[in-house]
C-alpha cells in the first residue's frame, strides 16, 4: 500500500531566524540557528537551508559559482569557492580576496548637523587647572619603566586599602598603578617616543588629580627623562606630584614607605577638588570592541555608533582606533573624511600596517581570534565592516599617532593595534576620559584610570555576564528597541557614568594598562 507523502514544511519569514544586514547583500546573517530543511521566505523567494547553521553565521539566497563576490553590509566580504544557496557559508567556502577600493571625497564633506547650546546636555566633572575636564579623580603611581613596576603597585595596593577610603576623602575615586613591561632596555626614535608620551599623558590626564613618579635610577627612561615630556611644549603640567627614585633612597622597602607618605600629603590636596557642572562637549569618548561577533556589527557598535553622533553633534569628541579592523573598509571611513587630505590620511594608516605587520611575517587578517572566528566573523573584512560603525556616521576630522590627542572635536582616529590591552590605554592616553567597550561574547577589561563601559551585543551574552557588562544592545536582535532608541540609551548613560556612577569594570578594579610597542626590539 502506498504511503502518502510527506507534506513540505511550511514557510517561514526570513526574520524569524535571520538578518539581511544591508537590501544589496546575497547573504543573511543567522539570528538562531536554523535546522536543516527550514523553509525561508527571502526576498527572491522561498529558500530551502541544506544544513543545520550555527547562530552568527550565514548563508547565501543563491547559488554563487566560484569567484563571485559575496556580500554582506552591502559590501563585499570575500569571494565564493563554490556555494550553493541555503548552504552555510564556512571558511572553506570563502575566499578571503576583494577588490581594493579607494575613492577619495571630490569637495569638503559636510559639518555635522550640531546641536544649538541650549540643547547640549550636561556632566559632574572635575575642572582642572589647565582647562580640561576629568571624569574621575585619581591619584597614580606611574613607573617610568619595568624596573620601578613593582614598587609602584605595591605602593598603589597598600594605599588604596590602608589609607584611602570613600568615606574619608568622597572626592578621590582611589590610588591606582600603571605597572607595565618598558621602559631601560628599548631603542631610541619613535618606540621610545611612545612610550613616554603614554606616561606624560597619564600623569596629565585630567582622570588624575596627583601622581607619584617612581624610577630605579640607572633606566634610560628616567625621572629627568620623563620631565621632557611632562614639562615641555605639548604638556602644560600643573599637579601635585611627588618622586621617588629607587636606587637614591635605598631599595624597595624606603621606597615603598615614602611612597605611603606622599599619598598621604597628596590625599588632602587632591581632595579639594570636587565636581561641577560642565557641558557635555567636554567630553572625549573612546570607542573600542573586543570579543566580537556577528551581531557586533548589526547591533551594539552601531547603537554606539549613533552615541557617538549624538556626542558628535553636542560639541563632543569620539576616537576610534583599532587600524588592523579598517582594513577592508578603510574606503568607507575615507568616504566620510573631512576631504581628500584626510582621505589619504586614512588610508596611508592602513597601508602603513599592512607593512609594519608584514616586516614581522604577519597578516592582518590574523586579527580575527578563534572565538571571532566561532562567533561567525571568518576574516578581518567581516570583522572591520562591522566593527567601523562604532564610529558613527559625522565626518572624519583627521587622524593621529597612538596616545596623541587630537587636533580638534568630532571624529578622529588614533593609529594603533586592535589588542584591547594596548588600544584601550592609547584612547585613554589620547585623552578619553570614558570609554565604551561593545562586546559580542563578553569581555571583562578596565582601565587604570578611565571607566569602560560595556556594551552586550545579544541579550544571551548580556544576561549571561551581567555582573560585568553594563548594557544591552541585544533587543535591537530582539525586536523590543532600535538602533537610535538603544543610541540614546548608551548616551545617557555615558553622562551619568562621567558624573561619577561606577561601572562593573572599576567595581572589579579592572584596572588594565599596556603600551603598544610600535617597533619594539629588546636592546
Not at 62 to 79: H, N
Not at 375 to 390: Q, R
Not at 457 to 483: K, P, V
Request: aromatic share 6%; hydrophobic share 40%; proline share 6%.
Amino acid at each position: 500500500m502506498n504511503q502518502p507523502p510527506i507534506p513540505a514544511s511550511p514557510a517561514v519569514s526570513l526574520e524569524e531566524y535571520a538578518i539581511q544586514v544591508h537590501p544589496a547583500d546575497n547573504t543573511a546573517v543567522v539570528r538562531r540557528a536554523i535546522p536543516a530543511g527550514t523553509i525561508l521566505r527571502t526576498p527572491i523567494g522561498d529558500l530551502a537551508i541544506k544544513e543545520f547553521i550555527p547562530r552568527g553565521h550565514r548563508f547565501s539566497f543563491t547559488d554563487l559559482p566560484e569567484g563571485a563576490m559575496v556580500y554582506q553590509y552591502g559590501q563585499p566580504i570575500g569571494t565564493s569557492a563554490g556555494i550553493k544557496a541555503g548552504q552555510w557559508i564556512t571558511q572553506e567556502l570563502l575566499h578571503n580576496d576583494i577588490p581594493l577600493i579607494r575613492i577619495l571625497p571630490k569637495c569638503e564633506t559636510s559639518a555635522p548637523e550640531y546641536f544649538p547650546a541650549s540643547k547640549i546636555g550636561t556632566f559632574q566633572g572635575y575642572r582642572r587647572e589647565d582647562g580640561r575636564v576629568g571624569t574621575r579623580n585619581y591619584i597614580l603611581i606611574l613607573p617610568t619603566s619595568m624596573c620601578s613596576s613593582h614598587e609602584a603597585q605595591q605602593i598603589s595596593m597598600m594605599a588604596e586599602f590602608m589609607l584611602w577610603n570613600r568615606q574619608k576623602y568622597p572626592n578621590i575615586d582611589g590610588v591606582v598603578a600603571t605597572p607595565h613591561n618598558k621602559g631601560c632596555g628599548c631603542q631610541n626614535g619613535s618606540n621610545l617616543d611612545v612610550l613616554m608620551r603614554t606616561l606624560a599623558a597619564y600623569a596629565s590626564h585630567p582622570n588624575v588629580g596627583g601622581c607619584v613618579l617612581v624610577d630605579l635610577g640607572c633606566e634610560k627612561t628616567n625621572l629627568t627623562y620623563l620631565d621632557n615630556y611632562l614639562y615641555g611644549e605639548k604638556i602644560n603640567f600643573k599637579k601635585p606630584v611627588a618622586r621617588i627614585g629607587i636606587q637614591a633612597v635605598g631599595g624597595t622597602a624606603n621606597a615603598v614607605e615614602r611612597g605611603m607618605k606622599a599619598v598621604e600629603i597628596l590625599l588632602q590636596e587632591v581632595n579639594r577638588c570636587q565636581r561641577t557642572t560642565v557641558p557635555i562637549s567636554e567630553l572625549i569618548l573612546g570607542v573600542k570592541c573586543g570579543a566580537s561577533d556577528s551581531f557586533s556589527g548589526i547591533s551594539a557598535n552601531p547603537a554606539l555608533g549613533h552615541a557617538a553622533d549624538l556626542l558628535v553633534r553636542s560639541h563632543g569628541t569620539v576616537l576610534v582606533t583599532e587600524t588592523p579592523e579598517f582594513c577592508g573598509a578603510e574606503h568607507i571611513l575615507a568616504s566620510r573624511a573631512k576631504n581628500a587630505a584626510v582621505a589619504n590620511e586614512i588610508y596611508s594608516m592602513v597601508d602603513w600596517y599592512k607593512n609594519f605587520a608584514a616586516r614581522a611575517g604577519a597578516v592582518l587578517n590574523e586579527n580575527p581570534s578563534p572565538g571571532n572566528m566561532k562567533a561567525g566573523l571568518l576574516n578581518i573584512t567581516i570583522k572591520s565592516l562591522g566593527a567601523i560603525a562604532k564610529a558613527g556616521t559625522t565626518r572624519i576630522e583627521g587622524t593621529m599617532g597612538y596616545a596623541e590627542p587630537p587636533h580638534g572635536k568630532g571624529v578622529w582616529l588614533m593609529q594603533g593595534p586592535g589588542y584591547d590591552q594596548e588600544s584601550t590605554p592609547g584612547l585613554v592616553a589620547s585623552g578619553a576620559q570614558v570609554v565604551v567597550f561593545t562586546t559580542g561574547m563578553g569581555s571583562t577589561i578596565g582601565n587604570a584610570i578611565a571607566p569602560v563601559i560595556k556594551l552586550a551585543s545579544n541579550t544571551e551574552t548580556f544576561l549571561r555576564m551581567g555582573n560585568d557588562i553594563n548594557l544591552n544592545a541585544g533587543t535591537i536582535l530582539d525586536g523590543t528597541e532600535t538602533i537610535p532608541e538603544v543610541g540614546h540609551r548608551v548616551f545617557d548613560y555615558i553622562a551619568q557614568v562621567a558624573s561619577g556612577e561606577q561601572v562593573f569594570a572599576e567595581q572589579h578594579k579592572h584596572r588594565e594598562f599596556q603600551i603598544w610597542g610600535e617597533t619594539a626590539v629588546s636592546l
